[in-house]
């Protein structure tokens, strides 16, 4: 199964908001609210900053934040800081009971 | 405080073997699935496998590259999941992460990571 499909590269000032996609198909993200997505930094382990397409795990800041249409999944971040440049993944449950990722974004303030 | 530790990769043949291992501590390690993800130099993210509770039966799913080559086995008793790599290609050349799932499917936890090479 390919990776859901996420843009390359994604940039933006600081203080701007701008919104990341990931697009699957009707047996992953369509098919239920497993989406979840992740902020890498160089060097470092993911991190889970959106799950079950909206929620935001505790101490998570605010100014993320996620939505589904369809088959398309979005993690918008508001208030752009420095430190929000890193790479970005989207991640769903599918159909068939196992998991996949995004192709990732890079992020550049 | 939730910590996995990796452990286990290391520099190895193509068609050799090797087994990764994973100690959790700060949750209860027997109620939560507990997979793998691997990421190649410089690639994305890509889940591997997956396994759930005991009381799931201990189930497994894998991503079809490594069906058949890999296992994904858990010790409740020793709070360690383990990935058992087999019949190892250069494309399993990865930096690979212990991770919990949680209650929506979503990865909340996840290891340091631990460097597999596949090279002769």
């Given amino acids: ?109 | 405080e939730v910590q996995l530790v990796d452990s286990g990769g290391g520099l190895v043949e193509p068609g050799g073997s090797l087994r990764l291992s994973c100690a959790a501590s700060g949750f209860t390690f027997s109620n939560a699935w507990m997979g793998w993800v691997r990421q190649a130099p410089g690639k994305g993210l890509e889940w591997v496998g997956r396994v759930k509770r005991e009381i799931d039966g201990a189930t497994t799913d894998y991503i079809t590259p490594v069906k058949g080559r890999f296992t994904v086995s858990r010790d409740d008793s020793k709070n360690t999941l383990y990935l058992q790599m087999s019949s190892l290609k250069s494309e399993d050349t990865a930096v690979y992460f212990c991770v919990k799932v949680g209650s929506y499917a979503e990865f909340d936890f996840w290891g340091q990571g631990t460097v597999v090479t596949v090279s002769s």
């Fill in chain 1, 1 to 109: 199964q390919s990776a859901l499909t996420q843009p390359a590269s994604v940039s933006g000032s600081p203080g701007q908001s701008i919104t990341l996609s990931c697009t699957g198909t009707s047996t992953d993200i369509g098919a239920h609210n497993y989406v979840s997505w992740y902020q890498q930094h160089p060097g470092k382990a993911p991190k889970v900053i959106i799950y079950d397409v909206s929620n935001r795990p505790s101490g998570v800041s605010n100014r993320f934040s996620g939505s589904k249409s369809g088959n398309t999944a979005s993690l918008t971040i508001s208030g752009l800081q420095a430190d929000d440049e890193a790479d970005y993944y989207c991640s769903s449950y599918t159909s068939t009971t196992t998991y996949i990722f995004g192709s990732g974004t890079k992020v550049t303030v």
